[in-house]
């Protein structure tokens, strides 16, 4: 696909004013009139944004899901939460049909675990559900230091049951999923949001890069969390008591040096230090040996669970050091 650049010629008027013709087919597309106001926005690259919008808030975007053409609720959830991460305001689920309870409790279900969403009316074959949430109310710094918060926690608990053998701890952790999931969401949805709208992201104070960044970041976090499970899940199918002492302290030990590496990224980007950044990339190869260095007996009762365990000790360090790279990238 061609990209060609309109060009203008600039003229000067009244002395000190200087002009450019607009496009007539931007204009006609937009409804522009005669005495409109519209925006222009200075760029940081040294672009001129101009905008027919001079507010962020300029559209409801609208999507609606017939039921008739869903059948699985699994399905429907899941484009329930592609909706709410592309932005859109309103959702709406139709049926031809009453709403089967299955459905009915997944639309729910949705809206409970979903920030800043409600169910605004509701009937037989129809739920409307609008998002209440002002993006500059929850700014991206603020989601991401929970979710570094709700993941550490969430790893350092997953360990403490395989310590102590506390199942209840460790379903606590499993439980913690949708916590994180749910705040991962939100700065997916307000990455889209802002990368759309550049009006917001200046009201925010950040740049489009800032924006993309905080996305992975957050991704990376999520996926943290999602080892937490994994090691809790795997305490669960373990008796703690026939795990030997030299094999429990190794793991503990690696698990001690992959929080390191997670705190140290959280350090780095508060700090804004290239070179703490740096060091937990290079930190990632103490965390790779003490992974390699953990030996279980080929006859051991759980040696499918602990590897696993041990897995996901290494893939946390691996993602806070990918978190690291993206404040380098940033900084630089």
């Known amino acids: 696909m061609s990209f060609n650049i309109e060009t203008r010629k600039v003229q000067k008027t009244g002395g000190s004013t200087y002009i450019i013709s607009l496009p007539k087919e931007w204009i006609n597309k937009h409804g522009i009139q005669v005495k ?12 001129l944004l101009i905008t027919p919008y001079i507010s962020s808030e300029k559209s409801i975007k609208e999507k ?10 699994d399905f429907l959830f899941r484009l ?18 009453k709403f089967e309870s ?7 279900n949705f809206s409970k675990i979903t920030i800043g969403t409600e169910i605004m009316e509701e009937s037989d074959n129809i739920i409307i559900i609008k998002d209440l949430l002002d993006p500059k109310e929850m700014p991206f710094e603020k989601t991401i230091k929970r979710m570094y918060i709700l993941a550490n926690s969430m790893h350092e608990d997953a360990l403490k049951a395989l310590e102590t053998g506390n199942k209840s701890l460790a379903e606590k952790v499993i439980e913690s999923d949708d916590d994180i999931d749910r705040l ?9 949001i802002v990368l759309r ?6 009201k925010l104070d950040i740049t ?11 991704r990376f976090l999520e996926r943290i969390g999602d080892h937490a499970v994994k090691i809790a899940k795997n305490v669960i199918l373990i008796d703690y008591q026939k795990i030997d002492k030299e094999l429990y302290n190794n793991i503990m030990k690696a698990s001690e040096i992959s929080l390191e590496l997670l705190n140290m990224s959280l350090d780095a980007w508060l700090q804004k230090d290239l070179n703490l950044a740096n060091e937990n990339i290079e930190s990632i190869k103490k965390l790779t040996k003490a992974c390699n260095t953990i030996k279980i007996s080929p006859n051991s009762e759980y040696l499918v669970e602990i590897g696993f365990i041990i897995e996901s000790i290494r893939r946390t360090g691996e993602y806070s050091s990918d978190i690291s790279e993206i404040i380098i ?4």
């Open 329 to 332: 990238n940033n900084l630089i």
């Open 80 to 97: 329930l939460i592609g909706a709410y991460i592309m932005g859109y305001n309103i959702i709406e689920v139709k049926s031809s049909k």
């Open 102 to 108: 299955i459905i009915r409790d997944t639309v729910r």
């Open 184 to 192: 991962n969401w939100l700065v997916e949805r307000q990455a889209h």
């Open 208 to 218: 489009l890069e800032d924006a993309s960044n905080y996305k992975f970041i957050s």
């Open 64 to 73: 609606k899901f017939d039921i008739d053409e869903i059948k699985d609720p």
């Open 197 to 202: 709208d550049i009006i917001l992201c200046q």
């Open 36 to 47: 409109d106001t519209i925006g222009i926005l200075s760029q940081p690259d040294g672009n």
